[in-house]
């Protein structure tokens, strides 16, 4: 199955995030492996893994970092201590603690 314009543009906006497998699960029709190919054709590649952070991920350390450190934030993000730390501190928020 070929890709649409749409699908394309899909691909686009969501490919460099989110990766192939994502992208797979919601345009149906097409597999991971076809996917890596039209990513590569149209020049796309993924960002680092996990290396960007979703608004609920800010926002919990803005609520829960301030009071309670990384440490707060652990069970509450699918981060590494030393990310969590790094987050905040580019972020500006400060452990009160």
Not at 13 to 22: I, K, L, S, T
Not at 27 to 40: D, E, F, N, T, V
Not at 58 to 73: N, S, V
Request: contains cysteine; aromatic residues 10%; hydrophobic residues 30%.
């Amino acid at each position: 199955m070929s890709f649409t314009t749409k699908e394309d543009a899909y691909l686009r906006r969501h490919y460099g995030r989110h990766g192939a497998e994502w992208c797979a699960e919601r345009l149906p029709g097409h597999s991971m492996a076809s996917i890596y190919r039209r990513a590569s054709t149209l020049g796309l590649t993924q960002s680092t893994p996990r290396s960007f952070w979703e608004p609920k991920e800010i926002r919990t350390l803005e609520r829960f970092y301030p009071d309670g450190g990384a440490i707060a934030c652990l069970g509450k993000l699918d981060r590494s201590h030393k990310a969590v730390k790094l987050k905040a501190t580019r972020l500006g928020i400060r452990y009160a603690g």
